[in-house]
Nanobody, 122 residues
Framework: QVHLVESGGDSVQAGGSLKVSCAVS???????MGWFRQAPGKEREGVAS????????DYADSVKGRFTIAQDNAQNTVYLQMNSLKPEDTARYYC????????????????WGQGTQVTVSS
């Protein structure tokens, strides 16, 4: 089992920064962790992924160079640092996990958090 709790969502001005967190509770020693987002009326979009056991990250083209996914294994937390935010980044951001050795945005994520709202105003 994997339990995920997101936090840190807020309302910010365009050009600003925000860091959202995902607290992870699990008995798995390694996971593929991902951040996804969904705006009203739009499909869910993969944002970034990272393997907790080490390895490369994966980013959506829309956030490359602006967002950074990172992990703190000691704290069992995965972060998404978001810089140069744009109004089109407004969405509910979800943390997801998969007990998978392969870790990309198209990994089959079976565990999801409840999400945290990020609103970017122009």
């Amino acid at each position: 089992q994997v339990h995920l709790v997101e936090s840190g969502g807020d309302s910010v001005q365009a050009g600003g920064s925000l860091k959202v967190s995902c607290a992870v509770s699990t008995y798995y020693s390694r996971l593929c962790m991902g951040w996804f987002r969904q705006a009203p009326g739009k499909e869910r979009e993969g944002v970034a992924s990272i393997p907790t056991g080490g390895g490369g990250t994966d980013y959506a083209d829309s956030v490359k160079g602006r967002f950074t996914i990172a992990q703190d294994n000691a704290q069992n937390t995965v972060y998404l640092q978001m810089n140069s935010l744009k109004p089109e980044d407004t969405a509910r951001y979800y943390c997801a996990a998969a007990p998978s050795a392969s870790c990309r945005l198209n990994t089959n994520f079976g565990y999801w958090g409840q999400g945290t709202q990020v609103t970017v105003s122009s």
